[in-house]
T-cell receptor
Framework: NAGVTQTPKFRVLKTGQSMTLLCAQDMNHEYMYWYRQDPGMGLRLIHYSVGEGTTAKGEVPDGYNVSRLKKQNFLLGLESAAPSQTSVYFC??????????????FGPGTRLLVL | AQSVSQHNHHVILSEAASLELGCNYSYGGTVNLFWYVQYPGQHLQLLLKYFSGDPLVKGIKGFEAEFIKSKFSFNLRKPSVQWSDTAEYFCAVSPRRNTGKLIFGQGTTLQVKP
């Protein structure tokens, strides 16, 4: 199993551009999450999903949209990138059949720079 | 509002020194508690977790943590650190039955000198 994977690994955007970050998992996670990591602030939840076709806002949702059309994929979109969205983005999955559902497994991260 | 506070932002130790990283949370209900570690250039990995039972939990690589409910604390310990423990450590809390959302502390950077 590849676990939780993220593409791309690194991206540079200009202010106002749009992009989509892809999170894919092959562990049959029911729950998926998008976080951003900024120095001195830990990780903050952007959006999450408790199942295919469902999404919900987290702590810092503004400027982001998400979709979970398929159980294994969770997409994070930036419609009009701003420098304040320069960050490292982590995706996580939870809810593995036969294991405790509240342990989250993280992807390798996407480093985004908005100029 | 729910929050997690890690007392130390940057810790520098020599090899073989003992480690204790503090973590306190504010939430009145039942919680699940986690420590994650992020080695340089890598993603977060689960170090240990507490859901219920014995409040002293053991994790990977010789780490342990103690849940003290009365103090709302979940401090991480290791008797003797190694250079390879250099990393950033995150405490996280998940209110029970709350769709598993994690609330993270700010993180503690541990630097171990050889």
């Amino acid at each position: 199993n590849a676990g939780v994977t993220q593409t791309p690994k690194f991206r540079v955007l200009k202010t106002g551009q749009s992009m989509t970050l892809l999170c894919a998992q092959d562990m049959n996670h029911e729950y998926m999450y998008w976080y951003r990591q900024d120095p001195g602030m830990g990780l903050r939840l952007i959006h999450y999903s408790v199942g295919e076709g469902t999404t919900a806002k987290g702590e810092v949702p503004d400027g982001y949209n998400v979709s979970r059309l398929k159980k294994q994929n969770f997409l994070l979109g930036l419609e009009s990138a701003a420098p304040s969205q320069t960050s490292v983005y982590f995706c996580a999955g939870a809810g593995v059949p036969g294991a405790h559902w509240e342990t989250q497994y993280f992807g390798p991260g996407t480093r985004l720079l908005v100029l | 509002a729910q929050s997690v506070s890690q007392h130390n932002h940057h810790v520098i130790l020599s090899e073989a020194a003992s480690l204790e990283l503090g973590c306190n949370y504010s939430y009145g209900g039942t919680v699940n508690l986690f420590w994650y570690v992020q080695y340089p250039g890598q993603h977060l990995q689960l170090l240990l977790k507490y859901f219920s039972g014995d409040p002293l939990v053991k994790g990977i690589k010789g780490f342990e943590a103690e849940f003290i409910k009365s103090k709302f604390s979940f401090n991480l310990r290791k008797p003797s650190v190694q250079w390879s423990d250099t990393a950033e450590y995150f405490c996280a809390v998940s209110p029970r039955r709350n769709t598993g959302k994690l609330i993270f502390g700010q993180g503690t950077t541990l630097q171990v000198k050889p």
